[in-house]
């Protein structure tokens, strides 16, 4: 069983940053892609940004530029650094792990961002 601790959010001004962080229990975890989602009031869950296992990274348009995401293999820790953010940040932001037959979360921090 894989568990993902998530930590880090908080409430920020806009222009501010946060550095979020999820760490992952169980082996192998170097050889998974990780991923953080975001979820607002009443939308559905999004993709903000994916690392691969060899460390190649793709973002959603609405952060590029902003936000940047990272891993310590040797932590078990995925890492996403928000700069520069928005009110329209404000989300629950989700740890994530695919690439095999069970999709874990996390339990989600929460990002607030006043104006």
């Known amino acids: 069983q894989v568990q993902l601790v998530e930590s880090g959010g908080g409430l920020v001004q806009a222009g501010g940053s946060l550095r979020l962080s999820c760490v992952a229990s169980?082996?192998?975890?170097?050889?998974?892609?990780m991923a953080w989602y975001c979820q607002a009031p009443g939308k559905q869950r999004e993709l903000v940004a994916r690392?691969?296992?060899?460390?190649?990274?793709n973002y959603a348009d609405s952060v590029k530029g902003r936000f940047t995401i990272s891993r310590d293999n040797a932590k078990n820790t995925v890492y996403l650094q928000m700069n520069s953010l928005k009110p329209a940040d404000t989300a629950v932001f989700y740890c994530n792990r695919g690439g095999g037959l069970i999709v874990y979360w996390g339990q989600g921090t929460q990002v607030t961002v006043s104006s």
């Open positions: 169980g082996s192998a975890f170097s050889v998974y892609p």
């Open positions: 690392i691969q296992a060899g460390g190649s990274t």
